[in-house]
C-alpha cells in the first residue's frame, strides 16, 4: 500500500478534521483512486506550534499528536490546482492539492519511519480503525455528546461522517461547525 509523510498538525486534520486536501509543490503521477496511509513526519518546529494554534482556535484538537507514526488510510481521489468547493476552499494553498476522501484513523498511532513522497509500506496486522466517536473532533453539540465529552461552548453546524453528515439534532439549534470558520 502507499503511503504518505505529512506533517502534524494536518495529518491529524486530515484524518479528524475533515481536510479534504493535501498541498503540495509536485503534482500526483499515480493512477487515482488509491487507498494511502497518512504517516505523522517527526519535524516539529515553530511554524508547527503555529498551525496548531491556529487550528486550535477553530477546532476540538487532541493535547498531544503523534510524530513519526502511521494514523489512519484516505482514499486519494485525484489531484487539483484550484480548490473544488468551499471545504477545499479552508485547507487549499497549492499550487498542488491531492483530494482526500474516506478518511479512516486508527485507534492507535503505530510508530514508523517515513519518507519523501509516496512510499509503499505493508500495514501491520494489529492496526485497528478506531470507532466513529473516537475519530470525530467536531466540535458539534451532537459529536461531543458522543464522545462523552462535556458539550461544547461552540454550537456550530456539523460536516462531519460521524452522524452521515447530516446536520445535528434540530432540538440542539445548531448549525454546520464549518460555517463559522
Not at 488509491?34 to 477546532?59: N, P, T
Not at 503505530?110 to 505493508?122: C, R, S, V
Not at 501491520?124 to 453539540?141: G, K
Amino acid at each position: 500500500m502507499k503511503a504518505l509523510s505529512v506533517r502534524q498538525p494536518w495529518a491529524y486534520a486530515i484524518l479528524r478534521l475533515g481536510k479534504s486536501v493535501e498541498n503540495r509543490t509536485w503534482p500526483l503521477r499515480l493512477r487515482t483512486p488509491f487507498e494511502c496511509v497518512i504517516h505523522a513526519g517527526k519535524a516539529w518546529g515553530r511554524s508547527e506550534r503555529l498551525d496548531l494554534e491556529d487550528l486550535r482556535q477553530r477546532y476540538a484538537i487532541a493535547d498531544e499528536l503523534a510524530l513519526g507514526s502511521l494514523l489512519g488510510i484516505v482514499t486519494v481521489t485525484g489531484c487539483v490546482t484550484a480548490p473544488r468547493d468551499e471545504r477545499d476552499g479552508e485547507w487549499f494553498c497549492g499550487p498542488y492539492a491531492f483530494t482526500l476522501e474516506n478518511p479512516r484513523p486508527f485507534a492507535e498511532p503505530i510508530p514508523w519511519k517515513g519518507a519523501l513522497g509516496f512510499f509503499d509500506i505493508e500495514i501491520p496486522a494489529h492496526a485497528a480503525p478506531a470507532t466513529a466517536a473516537e475519530a470525530c473532533s467536531c466540535r458539534c453539540v451532537r459529536c461531543a455528546r458522543l464522545r462523552g465529552a462535556p458539550s461544547p461552548a461552540h454550537n456550530g453546524p456539523c460536516s462531519c461522517s460521524t452522524h452521515g453528515g447530516q446536520a445535528p439534532l434540530p432540538d440542539l439549534g445548531v448549525r454546520p461547525c464549518l460555517v463559522d470558520l
